[in-house]
Structure formats: structure tokens, C-alpha cells
């Protein structure tokens, strides 16, 4: 008996940075958030070089997101399975080395590290004030889903 099979491949729609998290919006409407421990090329980077993003397709047609000045490479797919980077420690380490220096606010140029961003510190101010609220993440997030749900049923009326 033959059974016949669709293959759909998750298409990437847009990526977006939090303070410690990747966020992949799928093109079906899926988020999926990924910690940015997972990806150690994305931790502690500008968010000039985060936001360098771009979408390619592998051999098979698959999405994977890339980001050139980094080297890396995270196909969809992985994502949604919750695969973790598989780059060696020993990999990062050169590549990370290989990486210009950048000079702390005291002036001292320290490998792989950085002052915090402006968007951090936001980051955290809000952060704070949900707490305040009694605001979860998970609240907002319900509350992002449930925006998503109402303007995908205005554009399909």
C-alpha cells in the first residue's frame, strides 16, 4: 500500500531579539522563543550584528537563518524540534578569539564582551515594571496571541 505524504517546511516570516532570547516568528502564525544560551554565537553580540539576519534555503528548499557576519546558521526546523547548537566548545573558543576587541566603557579592551546596550537596560526597566503590574510573560504573550488571532480573522472575512 502506497500512502501518499506532504512534507511542509516551517518558513521563517520575521526574527526578533529579547534581552535572553531568540524569537522566530513562523510564516503559519507559530512563535517559537529559544534561549540565547542555546546559540552562544548570538549571546554576546551588538544588536547591529543580531539584527543582520537573513533568511536562506538549503539544498532541499529548507529555511535556515542566517547571519553572515557571525558564521551562523540555524535551519527552522531545528528550532522547532529544539535542537541546540552543535558547535564545539573548542570551535566557539576560535571563533570567538578571532573576534575584534571591544572597549569597555573604562577603556580596557576585553575579547567577546560588551557594555550593555541601551536596549538592555530598557529591557530591564520593563521587565521591572511588569513586575510591578503583576504582569507575567506569559500574560503578554496571551495577550500577543490573542492579537494575532484577531487580526488574522479581520484578514480572512
Given at each position: 500500500m502506497t500512502i501518499a505524504t506532504i512534507e511542509v517546511q516551517p518558513r521563517v516570516a520575521h526574527v526578533i531579539f529579547t534581552r535572553d532570547k531568540l524569537s522566530v516568528e513562523i510564516a503559519d502564525g507559530?512563535?517559537?522563543?529559544?534561549?540565547?544560551?542555546?546559540?552562544?554565537r548570538l549571546l554576546d553580540v551588538t544588536a547591529?550584528?543580531?539584527?543582520?539576519?537573513?533568511?536562506?534555503?538549503?539544498?532541499d528548499g529548507r529555511d535556515i537563518i542566517f547571519w553572515e557576519q557571525l558564521d551562523e546558521l540555524i535551519p527552522a526546523i531545528a528550532l522547532l524540534?529544539?535542537?541546540r547548537s552543535r558547535e564545539s566548545q573548542r570551535s566557539f573558543d576560535q571563533w570567538l578569539a578571532a573576534r575584534p576587541?571591544?572597549?569597555?566603557?573604562?577603556?580596557?579592551?576585553?575579547?567577546g564582551l560588551r557594555r550593555p546596550l541601551k536596549v538592555?537596560?530598557?529591557?530591564?526597566?520593563f521587565?521591572?515594571?511588569?513586575?510591578?503590574?503583576?504582569?507575567?510573560?506569559e500574560d503578554l504573550l496571551d495577550g500577543l496571541d490573542d492579537v494575532r488571532?484577531?487580526?488574522?480573522?479581520?484578514?480572512?472575512r
Open positions: 507559530r512563535i517559537v522563543l529559544i534561549p540565547l544560551e542555546w546559540y552562544p547591529a550584528e543580531r539584527a543582520d539576519w537573513r533568511v536562506m534555503e538549503d539544498s524540534s529544539g535542537v576587541a571591544v572597549v569597555q566603557p573604562q577603556g580596557t579592551p576585553v575579547k538592555d537596560l530598557l529591557a530591564d526597566e521587565t521591572k515594571k511588569m513586575e510591578e503590574a503583576g504582569v507575567t510573560l488571532e484577531e487580526l488574522w480573522a479581520e484578514r480572512n
